[in-house]
């Protein structure tokens, strides 16, 4: 089936300091990733969608200067969170739709922001 | 009023239960429907689609009503590793920038 792989699947960095995510398809060509957010106890909230070759689309609310989407390839969108403050410190998910395997999730980075 | 809406539970039961979650969602433009499964700490997994004619897939059976603008999951015999959150997800226009989460239904099944 289709993958997607994640990484770093935990980051513990210092306020202020800039963390980057990266987000891999292994076995498909992805347009189009979708960045998530899940605070504890919490769904998945959409932060913005990662176009091959174009600018992200972000949903109302979330900061296009502070999480600075990259997607340079067909298998590879980055997302860094650039100085972080302590209430960046979430669970960070990406997933590429792949035609007949529906919506992939990567297995998330656990950023904690100290 | 949530666009998609999950009782959270938990669900208590004990194995070989047999236990229905429902989830509502309130637009009725929305196209596709999925269960995922997220396990503690982990990504959401697909569990199965959603389809009009309901389908059923070994002791997992969904139902979608579109009058109604609800889903059902059933999860007939229990397992102990059935334990987890389950996710309703709503795809507003199968462009995958319109999806939408419910909150998740915890489900805890006991020995």
Known sequence: GAVVSQHPSWVICKSGTSVKI??????????????????????????????????ATYEQGVEKDKF???HASLTLSTLTVTSAHPEDSSFYICSASRQL?????????????? | ???????????????????????????SASQSFFWYRQDCRKEPKLL??????????????????????YISLLIRDSKLSDSATYLCVVDRNNAGNMLTFGG????????
């Open chain 2, 104 to 111: 998740g239904t915890r489900l805890m099944v006991k020995p």
């Open chain 1, 68 to 70: 600075l989407i990259n």
């Open chain 2, 48 to 69: 199965m689609s959603v389809y009009s004619s309901g389908n059923e897939d070994g002791r997992f059976t969904a139902q979608l009503n579109r009058a109604s603008q």
């Open chain 1, 22 to 55: 990266e987000c891999r398809s292994l076995d498909f060509q992805a347009t189009t990733m979708f960045w998530y957010r899940q605070f504890p106890k919490q769904s998945l909230m959409l932060m913005a969608t990662s176009n091959e070759g174009s600018k």
């Open chain 1, 101 to 114: 395997y529906g919506y992939t999730f990567g297995s998330g980075t656990r950023l904690t922001v100290v």
């Open chain 2, 1 to 27: 009023r949530k666009e998609v809406e999950q009782d959270p539970g938990p669900f208590n039961v004990p194995e070989g239960a047999t236990v229905a979650f429902n989830c509502t969602y309130s637009n």
